[in-house]
């Protein structure tokens, strides 16, 4: 049995669980057939994360995360996943990369978002949504840059997922700042946990602006009622998306042959292809 640990968190909804499993299992057995020690199974729980004692420690020996056995059990906590010396696969963002994940992962691949409106290739985008009825639903842009409504949004209630996401709220200031505005065109701002609880929060009433990136607005259109009560009305400028990451101890010859898998079944339906 491996000892290793795997995840797919970044898009593992309920309700298309079966086919992250199946995805998983696909690239499980690729990477076996190339000597990969793979797991059987993903991971989605803290209890699923072999113990550390001692907590995590970086290459200097530095502490950076607790022992997982330490954390509720029933929870996932993405940076303590991402940081955990076991990490065979699993897949982050672009902002916990640029604040410093980078430093204790290796870059797997990147994923292709073409299925997806406001993707291509690598590289992804996020849609703005506010409430239905508050204007015309703007289609994603042919060239991939920003698209933003400035005088709709401003003076409403923005909210985001997490300050670490590159998708939900660094992509949207950056791109504000290149047409010399800062997230203080916004009254308020607040975190909602999630891309599908910030959709809630606007289809509810709670607040007025979200950025949702383009493959978690096309789950929440097929699965999140509160989706048909949102319109999007800009795109942030497309960026790359989600990488695959590995532990930094994983040996170079397990990260080539990781590498190999993936272009391999690049082909496949949301296997993504190597970067």
Not at 32 to 61: K, S
Not at 131 to 157: F, W
Not at 239 to 250: C, D, N, Q, W
């Amino acid at each position: 049995m491996s000892e290793l640990i795997a995840a797919l968190p970044m898009y593992d909804w309920p309700e298309v669980r079966d086919a992250i499993d199946a995805q998983w299992a696909l690239l499980r057995d690729a990477l076996r057939q190339r000597g990969v020690d793979a797991p059987e199974a993903i991971v989605r729980r803290n209890g699923d994360l072999p113990a550390v004692p001692g907590g995590i420690h970086d290459a200097a020996g530095n502490l950076i995360a607790p022992d997982p056995a330490t954390l509720p059990p029933d929870e996932l906590d993405f940076h303590k996943l991402w940081l955990h010396p076991a990490l065979l696969f699993a897949q982050t963002c672009w902002g916990p990369m640029e604040l410093g994940l980078s430093q204790h992962v290796q870059v797997i691949g990147q994923p292709s978002y073409d299925a997806y409106e406001g993707g291509q290739g690598e590289l992804y985008s996020s849609a703005l949504v506010m409430r239905a009825g508050e204007g015309d639903e703007v289609r994603s842009p042919a060239d991939g840059k920003a698209v933003l409504p400035l005088d709709r949004i401003r003076g409403k209630r923005f909210t985001f997922n997490s300050l670490d996401s590159m998708s939900g709220i660094i992509a949207l200031t950056r791109d504000l700042k290149a047409a010399g505005e800062t997230l203080d065109i916004f009254s308020t701002r607040g975190e909602s946990g999630g891309h599908r609880g910030s959709i809630v929060t606007v289809a509810e009433g709670r607040a007025d602006v979200a950025a949702i990136d383009c493959e978690s607005w096309a789950l929440a259109q097929r699965f999140e009622p509160a989706a048909r009560k949102v319109v999007i009305v800009g795109w942030t400028a497309r960026r790359k998306g989600l990488p695959f990451i590995t532990a930094r101890t994983t040996p170079e010859k397990t990260v080539q042959a990781m590498r190999e898998a993936l272009a391999g079944l690049a082909q496949q339906p949301r296997i993504q292809r190597v970067g």
